[in-house]
Structures are given as structure tokens and as C-alpha cells.
């Protein structure tokens, strides 16, 4: 866990060192780092170091230093070949698009990693400025996809295609199938009363009252603010753009002048006041003071009463598990049956490695068809829910086969097949574009013709 932890903070900062190294780009200043150039995108020296960095502090440089970083430019070539192509095609990535794909991608970071205080923590930087160094190399991300998308879209493989993959694999070349486990759930979510709100209210329009009669807002939200991430900055988010937050809080904020302070306001993430500090054309800095109601012991054991009771139907086949979860769960995961999805594939199947280490300590007990006893868990923005899992199905390592990893082995075989349609577009492409590679990686032994003669 450690490890992948790890690579995905590496992936994160080379990401946002290669967003800030293109806002930074001029022809004047980095003219001598530039190494290639395709259509009208450049290749930067630093776009090869970084991720040969990156290989190298996950531990996967297999080769030479030389033919690692050709590979590595390779690669970008071809990238930067499909980005030249879909703005010829005009692609459309729309900023809605955009800022779903980071909100994905931050989710998953932040899951990761703990909590948003954490990354915000390690990088130094607010969510908003890690946003805002992403978006372009996220959109650049989402045309190259679309256009290779366009490219492979007809590729289709049959049963025999996929069988005769599989036959032609040398023995010592079938990969090894870890052990994975599919996992399903149901979530029990304890309803937070109107006293608990109410006392919420009552204490943040407290401190309203305080900051009327001289008291100061950064201080306030320092000492009682449960936002951790901001609390230890006087509760400043920094500059941020409608979008960036929740819409009930930028409905607020948005109306307020330079030192207002609102009335509270209620958002999924609990009650906050909010001061306005300043706006910079469409850009405001905030700061906030966030309670959230407690969620009473008696709410909080219902909740385990309940699952309780349908975990043990379930044992005694009074129920299947299907039916209890599209009945009882509080959780969007009742749409795909209650499985859990794995962040890192889109699928519902886990290595060890890709579970949070507590729920396989819950698992990892449970044989096929178990249904656990009810976890408490907190969500990644804090709050409490008790959960039932369901181990469905674990599988122990073993050689791919046929039998058991069809779906795997038709992946492979399919994306074979994809690969041999894009080697064909990008000889038809590299004839009709400007190419021109600088420096020692004209030495480069590539797989592909990319200069000339």
C-alpha cells in the first residue's frame, strides 16, 4: 500500500511540475531545453527526466538509462502526434469535462492519501492551486484520449481471435493472476437530528455576534473551525472561482463584500459563516468558520442495530443480498448491486495491495458468500456510518487461463490488436506532419519511423 501511495505522489508531482514547466514555457527561456517539436507542440528535455524519474523512484527501470529515456520519448512523440491531430480535428473538451475529470482525479488522490488536509499538506499548495496547475495538462490528457479513442473504436475481436492470443503466448510469458477479491457492501447512515443542527446554528451565529462586537473572524475559526485545513490559516481557502466549491457555499460567498460576514449556511459538509477578505475579477478569498453536527450515539446504534439484523437474515438465506442492499443501503453503490468499485481499473475487482488495509482485515476473514458484522468506517469527509461487507468471490493466485481469466486475456489480445491499428496511423500521420527531434535523441533506436530520410 505503501508503495502504490507512494507512485501516485510521485505521478502527482510530476504532473504538476509538468503543467507549471509548459506555463512557464517561452521560446526565449527554454529554447535549449526544447527536444522535439510535432506539429506546433514542443517536447521539453524535462518531460523525459521527469517521468524517468519517476520510473526510477518506483523501482521499475528495466535497461539502460539511454533506451529507457528513448522509450520514454517515443511515447511522447506519439503523444504529441495525437494531440497535434485532434486540434486539426478540432476535438471539443468543454470546461464542464474538464473540471469533472479533476474532481475525479482529486477524489482519488485524496483517497489515497487520507484526506484533503493531507495532500494539501504534503504539497504545500490548497486543492484550489493543485486545481488550477492541472486543468491544462488534464485537458491536453482528455483530447489525446479522445483522438486515440477515434483512432482504435473500430477494433473488435472474436472468441478464436482471443484463443489463438493465448496459444501463441510463450509458456514463460503468461503472466501470474494475484489473488483478487470482489467485495460488495451496505451502508447504514445515522440521520443527524434538528437539535443537533440547531445547536450548531446557535453557536456559529454566536461568533457572528462576537466578530460584530470586535472580535476577530481568523482568530475565531483558528480556535474552533473544523475544517483542518484551513482552521490553522484563520479559515482562508485562498482565491477560487464559481465551480471550485460546493454551489450552496458560492452562492453566499460570491454576494458578499470585502469584510461581510454571512449568515450561516448549510452544505454537505456541515454549517459555516464565511468573510469575504477580496475578489480578484472572477476570483474571491474567503475565509470560513465549519461546524459540523455530531451525529448522536443513539442515531450512530441504530444504524449498527439495523445492519445487525439484516446481516443476520442474510446468513439464515431469509434474504439474499441483492434484495437487502437495493432495500436498505444508503449508499450509490445499491445502483451496480452494492459492489465496490476499484478506483485504479473502473472494475469491481481488488488486489490485496488496492484495499483500504481495513476493510481487508475485515475481508481477508470472511470465506466466499461470508457477510461481515457491522464496521464502523468514516467517510473521507469525516463523518461516521456503519457498514456490512459481502465477499463474493476471492481468487487465489495462479497462471492465466482461459477458463478463469477470459476477460483478462480478450483485454490483452484486444488491446494487441489496437496497437497494430495505431502503428498503421501513426506511419500514415508521421508522412503528412512536421517532425523534428534535436540533440542526442536523433541517436534513438525507435520502434517506429519518426525522422525522414
Same mark, same amino acid.
Given at each position: 500500500?505503501?508503495?502504490?501511495?507512494?507512485?501516485?505522489?510521485?505521478?502527482?508531482?510530476?504532473?504538476?511540475?509538468?503543467?507549471?514547466?509548459?506555463?512557464?514555457?517561452?521560446?526565449?527561456?527554454?529554447?535549449?531545453?526544447?527536444?522535439?517539436?510535432? @506539429?506546433?507542440?514542443?517536447?521539453?528535455?524535462?518531460?523525459?527526466?521527469?517521468q524517468y524519474?519517476?520510473?526510477?523512484?518506483?523501482?521499475?527501470?528495466?535497461?539502460?538509462?539511454?533506451?529507457?529515456?528513448?522509450t520514454?520519448?517515443?511515447?511522447?512523440?506519439?503523444?504529441? *502526434?495525437?494531440?497535434?491531430?485532434?486540434?486539426?480535428?478540432?476535438?471539443?473538451?468543454?470546461?464542464?469535462?474538464v473540471?469533472?475529470?479533476?474532481?475525479?482525479?482529486?477524489?482519488?488522490?485524496?483517497?489515497?492519501?487520507?484526506?484533503?488536509?493531507?495532500?494539501?499538506?504534503?504539497?504545500?499548495?490548497?486543492?484550489?492551486?493543485?486545481?488550477?496547475?492541472?486543468?491544462?495538462?488534464?485537458k491536453?490528457?482528455?483530447?489525446?484520449?479522445?483522438?486515440?479513442?477515434?483512432?482504435?473504436?473500430?477494433?473488435s475481436?472474436?472468441?478464436?481471435?482471443?484463443?489463438?492470443?493465448?496459444k501463441? *503466448?510463450?509458456?514463460?510469458?503468461?503472466p501470474?493472476?494475484?489473488?483478487?477479491?470482489?467485495?460488495?457492501?451496505?451502508v447504514?447512515?445515522?440521520?443527524?437530528?434538528?437539535?443537533?443542527?440547531?445547536?450548531?446554528?446557535?453557536?456559529?451565529?454566536?461568533?457572528?455576534?462576537?466578530?460584530?462586537?470586535?472580535?476577530?473572524?481568523?482568530?475565531?475559526?483558528?480556535?474552533?473551525?473544523?475544517?483542518?485545513?484551513?482552521?490553522?490559516?484563520?479559515?482562508?481557502?485562498?482565491?477560487?472561482k464559481?465551480?471550485?466549491?460546493v454551489?450552496?457555499?458560492?452562492?453566499?460567498a460570491?454576494?458578499?463584500?470585502?469584510?461581510?460576514?454571512?449568515?450561516?449556511?448549510?452544505?454537505?459538509?456541515?454549517?459555516?459563516?464565511?468573510?469575504?477578505?477580496?475578489?480578484?475579477?472572477?476570483?474571491?478569498?474567503?475565509r470560513?468558520?465549519?461546524?459540523?453536527?455530531?451525529?448522536?450515539?443513539?442515531?450512530?446504534?441504530?444504524?449498527?442495530?439495523?445492519?445487525?439484523?439484516?446481516? @443476520?437474515?442474510?446468513?439464515?438465506?431469509?434474504?439474499?443480498?441483492?434484495?437487502?442492499?437495493?432495500?436498505?443501503?444508503?449508499?450509490?453503490?445499491?445502483?451496480?448491486?452494492?459492489?465496490?468499485?476499484?478506483?485504479?481499473?473502473?472494475?469491481?475487482?481488488?488486489?490485496?495491495?488496492?484495499?483500504?488495509?481495513?476493510?481487508?482485515?475485515?475481508?481477508?476473514?470472511?470465506?466466499? @458468500?461470508?457477510?461481515?458484522?457491522?464496521?464502523?468506517?468514516?467517510?473521507?469527509?469525516?463523518?461516521?456510518?456503519?457498514?456490512?461487507?459481502?465477499?463474493?468471490?476471492?481468487?487465489?493466485p495462479?497462471?492465466?487461463?482461459?477458463?478463469?481469466?477470459?476477460?483478462?486475456?480478450?483485454?490483452?489480445?484486444?488491446?494487441?490488436?489496437?496497437?497494430?491499428?495505431i502503428?498503421?496511423?501513426?506511419?500514415?500521420?508521421?508522412?503528412?506532419?512536421?517532425?523534428?527531434?534535436?540533440?542526442?535523441?536523433?541517436?534513438?533506436?525507435?520502434?517506429?519511423?519518426w525522422?525522414?530520410?
Amino acid at each position: 500500500m505503501k508503495k502504490l501511495l507512494s507512485g501516485l505522489l510521485v505521478a502527482l508531482f510530476l504532473v504538476l511540475h509538468t503543467g507549471l514547466a509548459k506555463a512557464n514555457y517561452s521560446n526565449d527561456s527554454l529554447v535549449d531545453g526544447v527536444v522535439a517539436v510535432v @506539429g506546433a507542440n514542443v517536447i521539453l528535455k524535462s518531460d523525459v527526466e521527469n517521468q524517468y524519474l519517476q520510473f526510477r523512484m518506483q523501482g521499475s527501470i528495466q535497461g539502460s538509462p539511454d533506451k529507457v529515456k528513448c522509450t520514454i520519448f517515443e511515447n511522447l512523440l506519439f503523444q504529441k *502526434l495525437m494531440l497535434n491531430q485532434s486540434e486539426l480535428d478540432s476535438v471539443k473538451v468543454t470546461d464542464v469535462q474538464v473540471e469533472n475529470e479533476l474532481d475525479h482525479r482529486m477524489r482519488y488522490f485524496i483517497s489515497q492519501i487520507g484526506s484533503p488536509e493531507k495532500l494539501e499538506e504534503y504539497y504545500n499548495k490548497s486543492i484550489v492551486d493543485i486545481k488550477n496547475e492541472l486543468r491544462e495538462v488534464i485537458k491536453e490528457g482528455m483530447m489525446i484520449e479522445q483522438t486515440q479513442q477515434k483512432i482504435t473504436k473500430d477494433v473488435s475481436i472474436t472468441p478464436s481471435e482471443v484463443k489463438a492470443y493465448f496459444k501463441k *503466448l510463450p509458456k514463460d510469458s503468461i503472466p501470474d493472476i494475484n489473488s483478487e477479491y470482489q467485495i460488495g457492501m451496505i451502508v447504514k447512515r445515522p440521520e443527524i437530528g434538528d437539535q443537533e443542527k440547531d445547536e450548531v446554528r446557535t453557536k456559529l451565529n454566536s461568533f457572528r455576534d462576537r466578530i460584530k462586537k470586535g472580535d476577530d473572524f481568523a482568530t475565531l475559526a483558528i480556535l474552533y473551525s473544523e475544517d483542518p485545513g484551513s482552521s490553522k490559516k484563520g479559515g482562508e481557502l485562498g482565491l477560487f472561482k464559481r465551480g471550485d466549491m460546493v454551489k450552496e457555499f458560492e452562492a453566499v460567498a460570491f454576494k458578499l463584500k470585502p469584510g461581510e460576514v454571512s449568515e450561516v449556511v448549510e452544505t454537505e459538509n456541515g454549517f459555516h459563516i464565511i468573510q469575504m477578505i477580496e475578489r480578484r475579477g472572477d476570483y474571491i478569498n474567503v475565509r470560513h468558520i465549519l461546524l459540523q453536527p455530531k451525529v448522536s450515539p443513539m442515531s450512530l446504534n441504530r444504524c449498527k442495530v439495523k445492519l445487525d439484523s439484516i446481516s @443476520g437474515q442474510i446468513d439464515k438465506k431469509k434474504l439474499t443480498f441483492t434484495d437487502a442492499v437495493q432495500r436498505f443501503s444508503d449508499d450509490l453503490s445499491k445502483n451496480n448491486g452494492g459492489l465496490m468499485i476499484n478506483p485504479a481499473t473502473g472494475e469491481s475487482k481488488f488486489e490485496s495491495g488496492q484495499l483500504d488495509p481495513k476493510v481487508f482485515f475485515v475481508i481477508d476473514k470472511l470465506k466466499e @458468500g461470508d457477510i461481515s458484522a457491522p464496521v464502523l468506517t468514516k467517510t473521507d469527509k469525516g463523518k461516521e456510518e456503519y457498514r456490512i461487507y459481502f465477499l463474493k468471490e476471492r481468487t487465489t493466485p495462479h497462471k492465466a487461463n482461459l477458463e478463469k481469466d477470459y476477460s483478462k486475456i480478450q483485454e490483452w489480445a484486444t488491446e494487441k490488436k489496437k496497437m497494430a491499428v495505431i502503428d498503421n496511423w501513426i506511419n500514415e500521420k508521421t508522412s503528412k506532419t512536421s517532425i523534428k527531434i534535436m540533440g542526442d535523441y536523433r541517436n534513438c533506436t525507435f520502434q517506429r519511423t519518426w525522422i525522414k530520410k
